[in-house]
Structure formats: structure tokens, C-alpha cells
């Protein structure tokens, strides 16, 4: 089966059902050994994963809806985690999702199989814009969340555009991180990118009379 196959509208996911958190580790666990053995993910199918992992294919379409929801999983399952925002001011939230965003560069860069998926999804439509829509998207969402209650709380000027903003902020972490693999990920560099951007982006304040 390829990556372009429809699945079975009789194998769509069962609602309500227990899951367990054991299988889907078997399954992620063996999606990921199938990638690590050089099989690359267009020829890679459920029923090679359901093989690899020891179940059968419907404990697999139970749980996801076909394979590109999977690898999504399997993908966020190798990056470190989200973190939570401390919700103290909108530095200190931006910086948290900076730093975020280092930790997935650095992951990137020291793990050879994350590297490979990563460059791999970006030639499979479906895949990418599955992970876009499940991973990139929220995370768009939230950033853009930030700079708006900063800009609500007076921490942010109401005269900027807060997509452009949102770009100008994560722009240069992911430009070290994904366009300029040799570039430094320095710890601070978070901390640094954020005060250096917000010093210009803050309100003016008004002249004493």
C-alpha cells in the first residue's frame, strides 16, 4: 500500500473503545524500528507496521485514521514535549517557546532518525500537511495568542501586525535551527533573541509634561 492509497471506509477508527497504552507504544515503537532500518516512509503500509509491531491492522485503524496521523505521532513522539507557558508576561511566554523551539533544533540535529523523517515527510504532501495541521499550526496559534494578550496588557505596541511580528520573533531561531544547520543553538540564545526584538516592538512612553 502506498502513501497515496484511500483506506477502507470500513476500517475507520472505532470510537469509545479502551486504548491501551502499551499497543500504541508497540506500534510507534515499530514504525519507528522499520524508519531506523532504512525503509523509507513511502514504502512503508499499515499492514508492514501492524507486521513489525505484533497486531493486526485494525488495532491500528482503531486508534488512527490512517497512516499519515500516525507518523504525526510518530514524529512528535521523537521531539521533546510542549512546554507550558508560565503565563507571567508575554517575554517570559516567548521565551518559553523559543526555547522550545532550540531544544527541537538541537533534537534534530544530534538525532540521525528524526533528521531523516523530518526530510522524508517533506516530500510526502499528505504527511507534511498532516503534521502542518496536527503540530505547526497549533503551535502558530498559540505564539500569535501570546502576542496578542501581550499586546492587551500594554506589554506590545498596538500598531504592529501580529503575524508579522510572530515571524520576526520565531523567524531567526528557526532560520538557526532549520536553514543553517552549523549555526550555534547556544543556551540564552532564547532569552537574548526575545529582549533584543521586544526592546523595539514595546509601547513608547508618553513624555512627562
Keep these: 500500500m502506498s502513501l497515496t492509497e484511500s483506506h477502507p471506509p470500513q476500517e475507520a477508527p472505532v470510537r469509545g473503545r479502551p486504548r491501551s497504552e502499551a499497543v500504541e507504544r508497540a506500534i510507534i515503537e515499530g514504525t519507528m524500528k522499520l524508519l531506523e532500518d532504512g525503509v523509507p516512509l513511502a514504502e512503508l503500509s499499515i499492514e508492514r507496521i501492524a507486521r513489525t509491531a505484533g497486531v493486526g491492522k485494525a488495532t491500528i485503524y482503531r486508534r488512527w485514521r490512517g497512516k499519515e496521523e500516525l507518523f504525526v505521532d510518530v514524529v512528535r513522539s521523537t521531539e521533546p514535549p510542549d512546554p507550558e507557558l508560565p503565563g507571567t508576561s508575554m517575554r517570559d511566554d516567548l521565551v518559553v517557546l523559543l526555547e522550545a523551539l532550540r531544544r527541537r533544533g538541537l533534537a534534530n540535529r544530534t538525532s540521525a532518525i528524526l533528521h531523516n523523517v523530518h526530510v522524508q515527510m517533506k516530500t510526502s504532501p499528505r504527511i507534511w500537511a498532516a503534521y502542518h495541521n496536527a503540530v505547526i499550526a497549533p503551535r502558530r496559534r498559540l505564539g500569535l495568542e501570546v502576542l496578542r494578550r501581550g499586546q492587551q496588557d500594554g506589554e506590545l505596541r498596538t500598531d504592529v501586525d501580529l503575524e508579522l511580528v510572530h515571524d520576526i520573533v520565531f523567524g531567526p531561531m528557526l532560520t538557526r535551527s532549520l536553514l543553517h ?15 533584543t526584538l521586544l526592546e523595539g516592538l514595546r509601547p513608547v512612553s508618553s513624555p512627562m509634561v
Design 181 to 195: 544547520p552549523d549555526a550555534e543553538l547556544p543556551e540564552g540564545l532564547a532569552e537574548q533573541l526575545v529582549d
